[in-house]
């Protein structure tokens, strides 16, 4: 019986593993620029209104994560940016997509991201960022993103 509980264990493992790689995953940008990292409030929906995360969106059928980074920030923030790495963990979204984070610089250093659809954005400080109203997701993403904060 030992071996057959074993078996189960593995097969119930192998299951959760697989779901999550099914996941559509929802991709967030942390560009980096002089110390400093941009964050975005949203405008909508009503419930998330006010509260801050980082630029991006659903990656599309076909799309790679990093095209989907470049997208989504000329998109929200009309620069354009080139992915560097993940960082963080993968987050579980409500709407059963993962969050994965993505760093990024911007291609022209002289850039000024602008807030097309969101309320504002702004470039923050790791003093700034364990302070902002982020959403949930973004929240647990907090100290890999001060970490990245004190690298650069
Ligand atoms: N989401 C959470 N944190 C983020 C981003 C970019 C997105 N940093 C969530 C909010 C939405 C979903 O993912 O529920 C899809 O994102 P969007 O297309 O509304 O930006
Ligand atoms: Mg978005």
Redesign the pocket.
Known sequence: WILAAQDQRLAAVREVAESWAERKV????AIVHKGRMLAQQ?R??AR?AGRW??????VEPGESEQDAVVR?CAE?LDVEVTPTGRIGTD?P???G?L?R?HAARLVDPEAAPRAVEHHEVRWIDAGELVELD?????KVLVHSLRDLLRRR
Do not use: F, K, Q, S
């Not at 982020?134 to 973004?138: G, R, T």
């Open positions: 929802v991709v967030g940008t949203r909508y929906p998330d995360e980082l630029p991006g969106g659903r989504e929200e987050v979204l409500d709407n997509m969050l984070i982020w959403l949930d997701a973004d």
